[in-house]
């Protein structure tokens, strides 16, 4: 596995990580957040929980070529998603999706490498 990929694998597990935690945790922006795209509560735990799965995925695709591509497929729509959320249900400013952007392309990476 390539430095680059071995980066792009470290950087979503950290990410989604502390994404889940959020969610996980009700911190006051997250609340906020999920107020604005207008879901129900119980689909931020969902959401949190597929996440981590996901982030566990891409653990084990450092072992797991076929688990890591499978993982990164979850993330990335789960990226799709988010950006969604941010640009039609909440009509954030576009530089709210940015990081969910940036996730997209990594899982996307991930995939394909």
């Given amino acids: 596995m390539s430095t680059i990929a071995i980066v792009a694998q470290s950087l979503l597990i950290l990410m989604f990580a502390f994404s889940a935690s959020i969610k996980f945790l009700r911190t006051k ?17 969902a959401t949190a929980a597929l996440e981590t799965l996901g982030m566990l995925g ?17 993330l990335a729509l789960l990226m799709l998603g988010a950006i969604h959320a941010h640009l039609f249900r909440a009509r954030h400013n576009p530089l709210m999706a940015i990081n969910a952007l940036l996730m997209l392309v990594l899982s996307i990476f991930m995939i394909i490498m």
Avoid: R
């Avoid at 922006?29 to 735990?45: A, L, S």
């Avoid at 891409?58 to 979850?74: M, Q």
């Fill in 29 to 45: 922006t997250m609340i906020q957040h999920w107020k604005e795209y207008h879901y129900p509560f119980w689909f931020m735990y």
């Fill in 58 to 74: 891409i653990v084990a695709g450092f072992w797991n070529a076929d688990l890591l591509k499978y993982a990164s497929a979850l």
